[in-house]
């Protein structure tokens, strides 16, 4: 109520001060005064828009970092799921390769043991026929 009763003081002893102003009258001390503190008024009413535009500011800049966090995180846990599937992926394609590496190499053990098998069959047969020939 008390900063009610001073704005009004203050803006009918302001009104009264531009009159002078406006007749060209001089100004004493306390129109300076008057002048002054209209002044810091208005400076205050400035002050205060701004801040409040400075808060405007600053919530819509939070809601847009928040917006900006939240699609980062998302993006980064779709990365996160695709490089997880490509890496299931290749160790199914590891796992395949192995199973028919190992299949090869089953395969390969026997047809060597089977020509070794034979190699010492013909081996058996060569020194039968050498001593038969020889006796």
């Known amino acids: 109520m008390v900063e009610s009763i ?63 966090n939240s699609r980062i995180n998302e993006v980064n846990d779709s990365l996160i799921k695709k490089i997880d599937e490509i890496n299931n992926r290749l160790v199914e394609k590891i796992d395949e390769t192995n199973k028919r590496i190992d299949a090869i190499n089953d395969s390969l053990s026997k047809r060597i043991d089977a020509l070794y098998d034979l190699l010492g069959k013909i081996y058996q047969t060569l020194i039968k026929q050498e001593t038969t020939q020889k006796q």
């Open 6 to 68: 001073a704005t009004s003081v203050i803006d009918k002893a302001l009104e009264a001060v531009l009159r002078k102003v406006g007749e060209g009258k001089k100004l004493s001390t306390e129109d300076l005064v008057v002048l002054m503190l209209g002044l810091f008024r208005e400076i205050r009413k400035d002050i205060t828009e701004t801040n409040k535009r400075i808060d405007a500011l600053y919530e819509m800049m939070s809601r847009n970092y928040e917006a900006l």
